[in-house]
């Protein structure tokens, strides 16, 4: 305990509140850690959330805290603070210290996720027992209701919030950056509390008294039967009470990391949209669910499922059997998750996978009887548990949403390899000492994780045509979205996965009335006089009891599937393929008129033997789309249409034909071809399939530039001072003579023509043609006036200067010089008004 003379706790609060304004962050740290050291928990207690608050922000996101998301490597407090909240630093020394009595901590209901928050205001159990027993009932009635959270919870709350609390960085700054401090301590805290090896380090502070209560997902006998909204005390009767953690020296050890893992899937994941939520809560679903597995539970030989495998075991939510109408407005909020959240949730994709991973060969093939022994360790047996039960149905919906609302660009890529990333998880089992063999040569997935592609079909099957879906949206002329392609095709390309994906449809489809039938009446041991092959039938039956579990559990009994390799995807895939296809044509346009452009502009092009025409370029180059990136987009696409072969076993000859087909009939025509439009009363309006011709680089407008000529930018090929001049002196002549040279341009004789050459748009009626131009546009152009920007051009400049040098070796002076440029212009002119309409026929 400190000493008496410490300060009273009203004044330590007001205290740090002060300091927080005038000292610097380490000085501040440095406070704080004498603080937590000295003082006891009774008077900690008080400032314990404020220090949260004022670490993590606050949740109505109005208190920007530490900006965690904003500390990088560079930045000078970035060590303070992960010093400080390190899993062994003061602040989770502040916690344990806290946890070690019987404080509580108050958390709205209305910061928790929508589905959480609705469940609960409805007088429904949530799925997750981190919530249950910790519900407080105000006199003010059910829509204030809080949480009472432990310390440890009440810190990983705000914390895992910190992340999708809205922000707005600064200019300049972002939160995506995976170096982030934020980004940083949740890797730590990941690796401290879910290990792959060894075992969570225990609490510095023990409580002998056994205040600290975890729900513990391992209990079988836990009860989720509903509760009504107007009995507080049915509802906490129904809610079970789970014991503490001290009557359990086993849960001790992973309560912590239980906690932990619940924090982070109910924050980051529990999102989806209410056609969801309205699905997954109906209960013609649920019952229908329950009657399938009780039909499947009660025949005479049940099926023995595997450690673990049992996705719906303990933690599937039933509906009560009278429950108030829901209360949809609360779902109505948009869910919009960052690039930052994303990439954490890649990020604890990744560590789960690695964790579970760890887990001992013993324990995978454990007997279902040797399990009921006490050899295999709280940890093991969490490690068995953690993907399948904790994280797959709320990953799932997550990626669903994200797949369904991300905007058709680049930034995808984090959601796609935090799918990517969770149906691989061969890739994190730690062997890294062949690791490059094997990706090079023998990239076979190995047969043991069948049962995991089997438990998650969903995953590979329904996220894949959600992605083809998106892919024939994407613009495939940009490397990074070719890129995307190319990753998942090579995904699924590797060996032997596209087969177990294959037989994971063929067990789901599985009629049910067959597994009856094949189902022995009686079921004997071989030791007994059984056969081998009941016990093949039994293996196939749980099998199939699985994959159904889990497609009826993350869509409904009565989802419509779509089989990967059915004749429906196939033509999807074929669509695709098109679409890649006339990527790389446009690539290759793309590519070919940038090298035209960049040998026109050359050195040579001073010389009159280039094109002088500003607009000359190309609409679909972009900065990302030349060169280097053109030679990567067409290499990305070349490789997966090789991986879509492959995994859809296509045919290499038609496929070529296809592609050949298509690459001439575009050569042809297509590329010569506006995209679909009506004529509006203003000009051109594009259709609906004109718009999706000019995303997918099939046809483009030429576009050019449509205002005042002489009001163009300044080039960088054109003197500024001089552009700024000819422009006021061409302006006061068209002022003073403009009456006069409109009149000049509308007589249908030589002078007539001669004029419109000079002074107006030879042909405009062509850019009308291949360009949205409006009319009141056209008919500003077609003005006549007076132009004297060309002069100002460094190319018109060395040709008058190399003009006026060969008179000079001509011994002609500059008067007579000029007379002959211009009367060189003018016979130009003539000859150009005169038989300019046969050269161009020719």
């Given at each position: 305990?400190?000493?008496?003379?410490?300060?009273?706790?009203?004044?330590?609060?007001?205290?740090l509140?002060?300091?927080?304004?005038?000292?610097?962050?380490l000085?501040?740290?440095?406070?704080?850690?004498?603080?937590?050291?000295?003082?006891?928990?009774?008077?900690?207690?008080?400032?314990?959330?404020?220090?949260?608050?004022?670490?993590?922000?606050?949740?109505?996101?109005?208190?920007?805290?530490?900006?965690l998301?904003?500390l990088?490597?560079?930045?000078?407090?970035?060590?303070?603070?992960?010093?400080?909240?390190?899993?062994?630093?003061?602040?989770m020394?502040?916690?344990?210290?806290?946890?070690?009595?019987?404080?509580?901590?108050?958390?709205?209901?209305?910061?928790?996720?929508?589905?959480v928050?609705?469940?609960?205001?409805?007088?429904?159990?949530?799925?997750?027992?981190?919530?249950?027993?910790?519900?407080?009932?105000?006199?003010?009635?059910?829509?204030s209701?809080?949480?009472?959270?432990?310390?440890?919870?009440?810190?990983?709350?705000?914390?895992a919030?910190?992340?999708?609390?809205?922000?707005?960085?600064?200019?300049g700054?972002?939160?995506?950056?995976?170096?982030?401090a934020?980004?940083?301590?949740?890797?730590t805290?990941?690796?401290?509390?879910?290990?792959?090896?060894?075992?969570?380090?225990?609490?510095?502070?023990?409580?002998?008294?056994?205040?600290?209560?975890?729900?513990?997902?391992?209990?079988?006998?836990?009860?989720?039967?509903?509760?009504?909204?107007?009995?507080?005390?049915?509802?906490?009767?129904?809610?079970?009470?789970?014991?503490?953690?001290?009557?359990?020296?086993?849960?001790?050890?992973?309560?912590?990391?239980?906690t932990?893992?619940?924090?982070?899937v109910?924050?980051?994941?529990h999102?989806?949209?209410?056609?969801?939520?309205?699905?997954?809560?109906?209960?013609?679903v649920?019952?229908?669910?329950?009657?399938?597995?009780?039909?499947?539970?009660?025949m005479?030989?049940?099926?023995y499922?595997p450690?673990?495998?049992?996705?719906?075991?303990?933690?599937q939510?039933l509906?009560?059997?009278?429950?108030?109408?829901?209360?949809?407005?609360?779902?109505?909020?948009?869910?919009?998750?960052?690039?930052?959240?994303?990439?954490?949730?890649?990020?604890?994709?990744?560590?789960?996978?690695?964790?579970?991973?760890?887990?001992?060969?013993?324990?995978?093939?454990?007997?279902?009887?040797?399990?009921?022994?006490?050899h295999t360790?709280p940890?093991?047996e969490?490690?068995?548990?953690?993907?399948?039960?904790?994280?797959q149905q709320?990953?799932?919906?997550?990626?669903?949403?994200?797949?369904?609302h991300?905007?058709l660009?680049?930034?995808?890529?984090?959601?796609?390899?935090t799918?990517?990333?969770?149906?691989?998880?061969?890739?994190?089992?730690?062997?890294?000492?062949?690791?490059?063999?094997?990706?090079?040569?023998?990239?076979?997935?190995?047969?043991?994780?069948?049962?995991?592609?089997?438990?998650?079909?969903?995953m590979?099957?329904?996220?894949?045509?959600?992605?083809?879906?998106?892919?024939?949206r994407?613009d495939?002329?940009?490397?990074?979205?070719?890129?995307?392609?190319?990753?998942?095709?090579?995904?699924?390309?590797?060996?032997?996965?596209?087969?177990?994906?294959?037989?994971?449809?063929?067990?789901?489809l599985?009629?049910?009335?067959?597994?009856h039938?094949?189902?022995?009446?009686?079921y004997?041991?071989?030791?007994?006089?059984?056969?081998?092959?009941?016990?093949?039938?039994?293996?196939?039956?749980?099998?199939?009891?699985?994959?159904?579990?889990?497609?009826?559990?993350?869509?409904?009994?009565?989802?419509?599937?779509?089989?990967?390799?059915?004749?429906?995807?196939?033509g999807?895939?074929?669509?695709l393929?098109?679409?890649?296809?006339?990527?790389?044509?446009?690539a290759?346009?793309?590519?070919?008129?940038?090298?035209?452009?960049?040998?026109?502009?050359?050195?040579?092009?001073?010389?009159?033997?280039?094109?002088?025409?500003?607009?000359?370029?190309?609409?679909?180059?972009?900065p990302?789309?030349?060169?280097?990136?053109?030679?990567?987009?067409?290499?990305?696409?070349?490789?997966?249409?090789?991986?879509?072969?492959?995994?859809?076993?296509?045919?290499?000859?038609?496929?070529?034909?296809?592609?050949?087909?298509?690459?001439?009939?575009?050569?042809e025509?297509?590329?010569?071809?506006?995209?679909?439009?009506?004529?509006?009363?203003?000009?051109?309006?594009?259709?609906?399939?004109?718009?999706?011709?000019?995303?997918?680089?099939?046809?483009?407008?030429?576009?050019?530039?449509?205002?005042?000529?002489?009001?163009?930018?300044?080039?960088?090929?054109?003197?500024?001072?001089?552009?700024?001049?000819?422009?006021?002196?061409?302006?006061?002549?068209?002022?003073?003579?403009?009456g006069?040279?409109?009149?000049?341009?509308?007589?249908?004789?030589?002078?007539?023509?001669?004029?419109?050459?000079?002074?107006?748009?030879?042909?405009?009626?062509?850019?009308?043609?291949?360009?949205?131009?409006?009319?009141?546009?056209?008919?500003r152009?077609?003005?006549?006036?007076?132009?004297?920007r060309?002069?100002?051009?460094?190319?018109?400049?060395?040709l008058?200067?190399?003009?006026?040098?060969?008179?000079?070796?001509?011994?002609?002076?500059?008067?007579?010089?000029?007379?002959?440029?211009?009367?060189?212009?003018?016979?130009?002119?003539?000859?150009?008004?005169?038989f300019?309409?046969?050269?161009?026929?020719?």
């Amino acid at each position: 305990m400190a000493a008496p003379t410490l300060q009273q706790p009203s004044f330590l609060l007001a205290n740090l509140k002060a300091d927080s304004t005038t000292k610097p962050l380490l000085q501040r740290c440095q406070d704080l850690t004498k603080i937590i050291d000295d003082y006891p928990a009774k008077e900690l207690h008080l400032i314990f959330p404020w220090l949260v608050e004022s670490v993590f922000g606050s949740l109505d996101g109005i208190i920007a805290g530490w900006n965690l998301g904003l500390l990088h490597l560079r930045s000078n407090d970035y060590k303070i603070v992960l010093e400080f909240l390190k899993p062994s630093g003061p602040m989770m020394k502040l916690v344990y210290k806290l946890q070690a009595e019987e404080y509580k901590y108050e958390i709205p209901v209305n910061y928790l996720p929508g589905p959480v928050k609705a469940c609960i205001q409805e007088g429904v159990l949530p799925d997750c027992p981190l919530f249950h027993n910790k519900l407080q009932f105000p006199l003010s009635g059910l829509l204030s209701l809080n949480l009472a959270l432990n310390p440890f919870e009440f810190f990983m709350f705000n914390f895992a919030y910190c992340l999708i609390t809205p922000k707005s960085y600064p200019p300049g700054q972002h939160g995506s950056s995976t170096d982030s401090a934020y980004f940083v301590l949740v890797d730590t805290y990941l690796k401290y509390f879910l290990p792959s090896e060894g075992s969570v380090p225990p609490s510095p502070f023990s409580d002998s008294r056994g205040s600290v209560t975890a729900p513990s997902p391992r209990s079988s006998s836990v009860s989720f039967a509903g509760y009504g909204v107007h009995s507080p005390s049915l509802l906490k009767h129904h809610i079970f009470h789970q014991p503490s953690v001290n009557a359990d020296p086993a849960a001790q050890e992973i309560w912590r990391s239980e906690t932990l893992l619940q924090m982070f899937v109910e924050i980051w994941l529990h999102h989806y949209s209410l056609e969801m939520y309205q699905k997954l809560q109906s209960p013609q679903v649920k019952l229908a669910l329950l009657q399938y597995r009780l039909s499947m539970s009660s025949m005479p030989c049940q099926p023995y499922a595997p450690p673990g495998s049992g996705t719906l075991h303990t933690y599937q939510v039933l509906l009560p059997f009278h429950s108030p109408p829901p209360l949809w407005g609360l779902l109505e909020e948009p869910f919009s998750p960052t690039e930052e959240h994303v990439l954490v949730v890649r990020l604890l994709v990744k560590h789960l996978h690695a964790f579970s991973n760890s887990l001992k060969p013993e324990q995978l093939t454990s007997s279902p009887s040797a399990q009921s022994h006490t050899h295999t360790s709280p940890l093991e047996e969490f490690k068995r548990v953690v993907v399948q039960r904790f994280v797959q149905q709320k990953l799932y919906l997550f990626l669903q949403h994200c797949f369904g609302h991300w905007p058709l660009d680049a930034s995808f890529r984090a959601v796609l390899e935090t799918w990517l990333s969770y149906i691989q998880p061969w890739r994190y089992t730690g062997e890294k000492t062949n690791a490059q063999p094997q990706t090079e040569q023998n990239r076979t997935v190995p047969d043991k994780w069948e049962s995991f592609v089997q438990e998650n079909l969903l995953m590979y099957t329904k996220l894949f045509q959600v992605f083809l879906n998106r892919a024939v949206r994407t613009d495939l002329v940009n490397a990074k979205n070719a890129l995307m392609v190319f990753r998942v095709a090579k995904v699924f390309a590797q060996p032997n996965l596209a087969e177990m994906i294959q037989k994971g449809e063929q067990l789901f489809l599985e009629p049910e009335h067959v597994l009856h039938h094949r189902q022995p009446r009686g079921y004997m041991t071989p030791s007994q006089g059984g056969s081998y092959l009941s016990s093949r039938q039994r293996v196939v039956t749980d099998l199939v009891f699985r994959v159904k579990s889990h497609v009826y559990a993350l869509e409904g009994q009565d989802c419509q599937y779509k089989q990967m390799f059915g004749s429906e995807l196939r033509g999807a895939v074929m669509k695709l393929i098109q679409i890649i296809a006339q990527a790389r044509q446009t690539a290759k346009r793309i590519s070919d008129h940038s090298n035209e452009v960049a040998a026109n502009n050359s050195f040579m092009s001073w010389f009159g033997m280039g094109s002088s025409d500003p607009n000359n370029t190309f609409s679909g180059a972009e900065p990302e789309e030349s060169g280097e990136c053109l030679k990567k987009t067409h290499e990305f696409l070349d490789r997966a249409l090789e991986n879509l072969c492959q995994i859809f076993k296509l045919n290499q000859g038609q496929l070529s034909q296809l592609i050949s087909n298509l690459g001439s009939s575009q050569d042809e025509g297509s590329c010569k071809q506006l995209p679909d439009c009506i004529q509006g009363e203003n000009g051109l309006i594009l259709t609906d399939l004109g718009r999706r011709q000019i995303i997918s680089g099939l046809r483009r407008f030429d576009i050019q530039y449509q205002g005042d000529p002489e009001l163009q930018p300044i080039r960088s090929y054109e003197n500024a001072l001089l552009v700024r001049l000819f422009y006021r002196i061409s302006s006061l002549v068209n002022e003073r003579f403009g009456g006069h040279m409109a009149a000049l341009c509308s007589r249908p004789d030589l002078l007539g023509r001669l004029g419109r050459h000079y002074l107006a748009d030879p042909d405009p009626s062509t850019k009308l043609k291949q360009s949205p131009i409006t009319r009141r546009t056209l008919e500003r152009s077609q003005r006549a006036r007076l132009s004297l920007r060309p002069l100002a051009s460094y190319r018109t400049i060395l040709l008058l200067l190399l003009c006026y040098a060969f008179g000079a070796l001509l011994s002609l002076g500059p008067v007579s010089s000029t007379l002959l440029i211009l009367t060189g212009g003018f016979l130009y002119g003539l000859m150009m008004t005169l038989f300019g309409d046969k050269l161009k026929t020719h």
